[in-house]
């Protein structure tokens, strides 16, 4: 990523209010960016949004991206050259809950946003954030790669798909990159997946929870401790999506398709294992014991193949897994403390950068 490429770039981020949109939006800030964000109100409380007071240094605007004709207007007003599209249901869980809105959210939310796009112009790059969940998982021991079939078993997962597949209509049949010329509309989606960070308060999300036992001082209840999956520090994840964006900008076609974004195959570890992990860098004598009732399936094992990233978009994963976790320990800590969020999540930013 070049932080140069971004100074005073107009940018829209959808999802601005989560916590990857969280992260993301401050890291925008740091770097000069004319940043809009879009979303609905905080999905958490507290929320990293409000803790780390995201709102200060930007355009915060409150929406639906299901509410087309408010989000057509903020795109036409606004006049963004790079689109980062997060704004999504997110939880595997809640997706069984409420599967409409999950579906509503994740499938018409990205063709709201692209039709809006194609109507309006004046776009060049737009990144769709989806999910690694979005391939047809079969629990194999090796990576997915972005040409391997998409599906998923659970709502959730599937509207995951369902997002690339109308990403990718929509790319052939309107921003086609053999039009390139005429439209000057690049489009990729990117699939990233079990990103951790600090200031993650998702319902039913292993680090959430573990915070949320921490700082009550409670029993912490897991689901299922011997699955695997491909744990990936925040800002490893933004610095691909931004990456990415910034490819699209400067070579449109030669990179409008899908893109995995992953850890390091030695950062594949069973949630037992973060656990423990997080249990020690603590310290305050937590215990963890299986959740008995829990009854929505889940997959066992996914993991990504990242090696088109690494060749095409010189992107690798910066954080090892270990330093993640002390990174979320310490924030937590400083949170915990009454220290200033803003100031020392931004902090962690410019040091991520810092680390070439």
Not at 84 to 105: C, G, K, L
Not at 140 to 147: C, I, K
Not at 204 to 215: E, H, K, V, Y
Not at 276 to 303: A, I, P, R
Request: glycine content about 8%.
């Amino acid at each position: 990523m070049d932080r140069t490429f971004w100074q005073k770039r107009r940018v829209l981020l959808t999802g601005h209010t989560g916590f990857k949109g969280s992260w993301l939006s401050l890291w925008l800030q740091s770097i000069g960016v004319e940043l809009l964000g879009y979303a609905l109100p905080p999905p958490t409380n507290p929320s990293l949004f409000e803790v780390a007071r995201v709102a200060e240094g930007m355009t915060s605007v409150i929406g639906d991206v299901t509410d087309y004709e408010h989000l057509r207007k903020v795109i036409a007003d606004f006049q963004p050259e790079i689109i980062i599209h997060m704004a999504a249901q997110t939880v595997v869980h809640t997706s069984y809950i409420d599967p409409v809105t999950n579906y509503n959210t994740n499938v018409m939310g990205t063709v709201y946003l692209l039709e809006a796009i194609r109507h309006l112009g004046g776009v060049k790059a737009v990144v769709n954030v989806t999910s690694d969940k979005c391939y047809e998982n079969r629990e194999w021991v090796w990576g997915y790669r972005e040409n391997d079939p998409l599906g998923g078993y659970d709502p959730y997962s599937s509207s995951k798909a369902c997002a690339e597949i109308v990403t990718a209509a929509y790319r052939d049949s309107f921003f086609n990159i053999n039009n390139y010329s005429e439209h000057g509309v690049a489009i990729a989606t990117a699939r990233a997946g079990n990103v951790i960070g600090a200031g993650d308060w998702t319902a039913n999300g292993l680090i959430a929870d573990l915070i949320r036992s921490f700082l009550e001082h409670k029993s912490i209840q897991i689901r299922n401790p011997y699955a695997t999956r491909p744990w990936q520090y925040v800002l490893d994840a933004l610095n691909g999506y931004l990456t990415l964006a910034e490819r699209l900008y400067n070579k449109g076609p030669a990179f409008a398709e899908a893109w995995n974004f992953g850890p390091n195959e030695s950062d594949m570890k069973p949630v037992d294992w973060i656990v423990e992990k997080m249990l020690s860098l603590w310290g305050e004598g937590v215990t963890w014991e299986k959740d008995q009732t829990c009854q929505f399936h889940e997959s066992n094992s996914l993991s990504l193949s990242c090696s088109k990233a690494h060749l095409k978009l010189a992107w690798t994963p910066k954080m090892s897994l270990e330093a993640a976790l002390s990174q979320i320990i310490n924030w937590t800590k400083g949170y915990q403390t009454g220290a200033d969020m803003r100031a020392m999540t931004i902090d962690a930013i410019s040091q991520y950068m810092d680390l070439g």
